[in-house]
């Protein structure tokens, strides 16, 4: 019923920048909080940023590691969510997932939804 789909992944050379965009398609009545998660070869999900669905578009949170290099925003008519990241560096290199919490239609509460990945290989 609702599908999230990333795109802008690639491979890029260490200071360089890259733009995720993640888009939710579906019988979708709201999205709330939406964010990007990255995991690393071996290693666990973790969160990359959050942004809320809060008027003014919305209050952010980043990890500590992302802080002052990522800037998380959304377009709510487009249902979209992007991730610009700047002065990327080799640690970085993780697939990264959209993740959003969306209440269908016909249904009363949120679900989180995962798109499914997409690769961010930064090289030294």
């Known amino acids: 019923q609702v599908q999230l789909v990333e795109s802008g992944g690639g491979l890029v050379q260490a200071g360089g920048s890259l733009r995720l965009s993640c888009v939710a398609s579906?019988?979708?009545?709201?999205?709330?909080?939406m964010g990007w998660y990255r995991q690393a070869p071996g290693k666990q999900r973790d969160l990359v940023a959050l942004?809320?669905?809060?008027?003014?578009?919305?209050?952010?949170n980043y990890a500590d590691s992302v802080k002052g290099r990522f800037t998380i925003s959304r377009d709510n008519a487009k249902k979209m969510v992007y991730l610009q990241m700047n002065s990327l560096k080799p640690e970085d290199t993780a697939v990264y997932y959209c993740?959003?919490?969306?209440?269908?239609?016909?249904?009363?509460?949120?679900?989180?939804?995962w798109g499914q990945g997409t690769q961010v290989t930064v090289s030294s």
């Open positions: 942004i809320t669905s809060d008027g003014s578009g919305g209050s952010t």
């Open positions: 579906g019988s979708i009545f709201s999205i709330n909080r």
């Open positions: 993740n959003a919490a969306i209440r269908v239609w016909g249904f009363s509460s949120e679900r989180d939804y």
